[in-house]
């Protein structure tokens, strides 16, 4: 499995652990599944349906499953299964595929799956299955994949950033037509690729992390980035950047409005990568931006290893709720390493040397191990739902144990059994 992730992440894209893979809204539904074209039925599929307006059993469980396989020669494949409970096990076998780490959105009754080799988003009804209603293509970009930070701010709109040409792309999630662009030509760092993941949407406005990496060297810059998107002005409100540590993760804001950031994975790469080379590195640390700022804080700093007692963070900061003020992350506990793998080609990812902590947000944050958690591997991101973090990782994808993450009680308590790597857990309306 090693050598599969390192391929992986040794792209422009991460897709495979710490950072964000699945992008999910489950904000209000489209107004309608129809976009005049004639559906198309796919695996599990029904008979077409007279209904399909979004009025009815709205709050009873309904979801979209994803999950990634790898075989022995490092072929991926994505599934994605409609479930309606979450007692489990699951397998694959009523899952639509896609080659490679696909991207999923899910809004509404409406699923949407970006392909890995070819850069389009495929929109599916199910109400009944899945059922294909609409196409969008992005290969007018000169993009070959769809990447990894994408969001759906409303009905009427959602943007997708595409890293490779230093764009973001808003889109009508109801009449699969592109809207507009916005320009991200300011983010380019001349021997660094950009990478963007955990993308939010947050009061009409979109939160996009960024990371520079440099795989040949290698390379991470010591910096976070913090991007806002207005998708209905089409414009960059504001990119905030700071230098006291590295590696943007995604957004969480507290009762007052405060907009906390931390480093990603990508971070603890950047310390190795630094220390192999006998480089100074900044720590791993905690930011935030007031309510109505543009910038960090310069007097709010907390290193992560400060608030844990030494212990340091392998993965972003990951909400049940994105207002909650809560976050929960893997620490990495550096003490139960066995062996001598190389860190710097990632081989310690396979050991099950990480715990689930929560991090309560505000003015001093606290941070305290999850009640329950247990040693585990590193996975792909969680997927929040109704103030729950769902998360699990597996060390060889045969087998995923998927762990249901309370920030209130602060428990970790195991929820279901599936097949394949866990990537994702969407909300659906019936």
């Not at 310690?348 to 715990?355: A, D, E, M, N, V």
Request: glycine share 10%; aromatic share 10%.
């Amino acid at each position: 499995m090693l050598t599969n992730l390192l391929h992986f992440a040794t792209r422009t894209t991460y897709a495979a652990l710490c950072c964000g893979l699945i992008l999910i809204s489950s904000g209000v539904a489209c107004d309608s599944d129809d976009t005049g074209e004639s559906e198309k039925p796919t695996r599990g599929s029904k008979p077409d349906s007279d209904d399909d307006s979004d009025s009815a059993d709205s709050d009873s469980e309904r979801y979209v499953l994803g999950s990634v396989t790898i075989n022995a020669d490092g072929e991926r494949v994505s599934y994605a299964q409609i479930i309606d409970n979450l007692a489990g096990p699951f397998t694959n076998a009523d899952g639509i595929e896609a080659s490679g780490n696909a991207v999923f959105l899910a809004h509404g009754r409406n699923f949407f799956y970006g392909l890995a080799e070819s850069p389009e988003w495929v929109r599916y009804s199910t109400r009944d299955g899945f059922k294909e209603t609409g196409r969008l293509s992005f290969s007018n970009f000169g993009i070959t994949y769809m990447d990894f930070a994408n969001v759906i701010v409303d009905d009427d709109t959602a943007v997708s950033v595409l890293t490779e040409a230093y764009v973001a792309v808003v889109w009508n999630p109801t009449t699969m037509q592109i809207k507009g662009t916005i320009d991200l030509g300011d983010m380019e760092r001349k021997g660094f690729t950009l990478e963007a993941f955990t993308t939010s949407a947050h009061e009409g406005l979109v939160y996009m992390p960024g990371t520079w990496v440099n795989w040949e060297a290698p390379d991470v810059m010591q910096t976070v980035s913090m991007t806002v998107l207005d998708p209905k002005a089409m414009k960059v409100v504001s990119m905030a950047e700071d230098d006291r540590c590295g590696a943007g993760g995604r957004v969480i804001f507290d009762d007052k409005g405060y907009a906390y950031v931390m480093g990603n994975g990508r971070n603890q790469s950047m310390q190795a990568f630094a220390e192999s080379k006998k480089q100074p590195v900044v720590p791993n640390c905690l930011l935030r931006i007031a309510p109505g700022g543009t910038d960090f804080e310069e007097d709010f700093f907390f290193t992560i290893p400060e608030l844990t007692g030494g212990l340091d963070a392998m993965t972003e900061l990951e909400p049940g709720d994105i207002d909650s003020g809560i976050g929960f992350a893997m620490m990495y506990y550096e003490d139960k390493l066995e062996g001598e793998p190389d860190i710097v080609n990632f081989e310690h990812w396979q050991q099950r040397i990480y715990k689930m902590w929560r991090i309560v947000l505000g003015d001093e944050p606290k941070a305290e191990e999850v009640k329950g958690a247990e040693f585990s591997v590193v996975g792909f991101s969680g997927s929040s739902i109704g103030n729950k973090l769902y998360s699990g990782a597996s060390p060889d994808g045969t087998e995923t144990t998927v762990v249901e993450y309370d920030p209130d009680a602060n428990t970790a308590t195991p929820k279901f059994e599936m097949k394949g790597y866990f990537s994702g857990l969407m909300p659906l309306q019936r």
